[in-house]
């Protein structure tokens, strides 16, 4: 229920919230036309406002005027309406509806506005394409699912705020013009006017900002902001985005975490979102990536992952023994009793091609445990006496094996987990897992360059490192991401706050002192004038409201999202601009321009 509406000349009541104790009294409700009905005599209206439907009734003897303005009414017409609350007979109760024991007699009513016939249904959740939703989004906005979400998107912000206000954070801005500075994607560039030849650059965070306000002395800091990043999209990503974004000073790793709890906690019991209470589990990245093949577990259900290199070490079976041999590894997930055909099995090759294995090698247990098929002759009855244990393999199990690097066998295997999940429901409805990972990496090698094979920042590179700055391959960083149900909804980390780590740090990134000064001056100056220890967070806003509403793509919680093109067919962005406006900013393209998005 809402605040009731402050009386005017629409409307003195909210539709979804009339209620049989309203019996017998005169209102005023507006809204759009839900759905009309004629029976004969009588003409029945549901009427939708942002509380809910409510239904009117006309009638040719007591309706008066009203009632052939209402002969006229048809979907998404704008009206106004007067009448008297009534309760329906016992028979005609709606036990579907909020409003389903009353409705209103109308007396009067007023066109305000009339629709053309929309392009799809409104008054019905049926599957619509996303470009024609998005090119009348302004409709699709109308519909109860779209609804549903901005109402919790609302909810679960004013609950961040709220937690975070009553600790004494201050709500401040950071600039949406700014520099640009290499963060780990493209920036969206924005030509200077003013200085013809130099450019703005989107935020992809406010991160730089918000360690300036620690170094001012602000302590606590927040804001809900609009981030950019010019990257390729997909159903959790979009070129820009919203994040609960945040800072402490003079903190460790559990300070913010405990905070980050706390929020995440009130706005899990407002939603209605049934997580485990905090504090919630850590597990290493190191953990993860060995048990789940993946830094974002989804921890609800098993066929967890297991090194069976030793296992297999020495058996005939020449692609192991290849692969081990150059230093790779084997690992393995029992499936369970699945009974899947052979084209079924070969499928499961696409699975981990995408994650850069080859194939997987899969094996049934007969029922003395014994492996069946070709690949068991390979193998001794000591090897698969210690793979059957490691797994916990029994008979009619079957067996996935992936041979590979590392990285390249966990991702493989974390994706194929993932595959199983699913397509057997593994993955249980209604429960809720959430976790920290903890003990990232600092770096990982960056091959883009061969000729110059330098470092790069696993998070980004004002992480503070945990260890020796001597031993980067093996450093961990400060780093701290927070997972539910598989999904990263935020991260953050303990950050520099001496300017000879940060240097350091840069110069195994590949900068020198001027490239590091160019574009990091500002960074470099404010620590040398005295920083806290700092840390802070970002949180995922489209993400976190995504997964509370049961929705696989963010794009179902954007007022306005853009397509996976990066188009938005509302209003035909990205498009051409007129040779003028390029004039007046120095600038002309070099390309034909490309027609505009539909």
Known sequence: MISPPRPNAYRDSWSGDLDAARAGQDVRVAGWVHRRRDHGGLIFIDLRD????????????????????????????VISAAGTVVRREEGNVNPNLATGEIEITITGLDVLAESET???????????????????????????????????????TRTMRRVLDERDFLELETPILTKSTPEGARDFLVPSRLSAGSWYALPQSPQLFKQLFMMAGYERYYQIARCFRDEDLRADRQPEFTQLDLEMGFVVEDDVIEVMEAVMSAVFEATGFEAPPAPW???????????????????????????????????????????????????????????????????????????????????????????????????????????????????????????????????????LRLELGQRFGL?????????????????ERDESEPARPRWAAIHHPFTAPAGDLAD???????????????????????????????????????????EAREQFGFLLDALQYGAPPHGGIAMGIDRIVALICGLESIRDVIAFPKTASGADPLTGAPAPVGSRQLRDLALRSLVEPAPPAT
């Open 50 to 77: 942002r509380s809910g439907l409510v239904q009117l009734v006309f009638h040719p003897e007591t309706s008066g005027p009203a009632f052939a303005l209402a002969e006229r009414l048809r979907s998404e017409h």
């Open 118 to 156: 929309p392009p799809f249904p409104i008054d019905e959740d049926t599957p619509v394409d996303e470009t024609l939703r998005l090119k009348y989004r302004w409709l699709d906005l109308r519909r109860q699912g779209m609804l549903d979400a901005m109402l919790a998107r609302t909810l679960v």
């Open 281 to 415: 589990p850590r597990m290493t990245y190191d953990e993860a990536v060995a048990r789940f093949g993946i830094d974002r577990p989804d921890t609800r259900f098993g066929l967890e992952i297991r090194d069976v290199s030793e296992h297999v070490r020495g058996s005939d079976f020449k692609v192991f023994e290849s692969v081990l041999g150059a230093g790779g590894v084997v690992r393995a997930l029992n499936a369970g009793k699945r009974e899947l055909s052979r084209s079924e099995l070969d499928g499961l090759n696409d699975v981990v091609r995408i994650h850069g294995a080859k194939a997987v090698a899969p094996i049934y247990l007969g029922a003395d445990a014994g492996w069946a098929g070709n690949l068991a002759k390979f193998f001794s009855a000591e090897q698969i006496a210690a793979v059957n244990a490691e797994l916990e393999a029994g008979a009619g199990d079957l067996l996935l094996f992936v041979a590979d690097a590392p990285h390249v066998a966990a991702a493989s295997l974390g994706g």
């Open 427 to 443: 993955i249980p409805e209604g429960g809720h897992d959430v976790l920290w990972i903890v003990d990232f990496p600092m770096f």
């Open 472 to 514: 980067p391959a093996n450093l961990l960083s400060r780093a701290y991401d927070l997972v539910v149900d598989g999904v990263e909804v935020g991260g953050g980390s303990i950050r520099i706050h001496t300017p000879e780590v940060q240097r350091q740090v840069f110069d195994l990134l590949g900068l020198d002192g001027d």
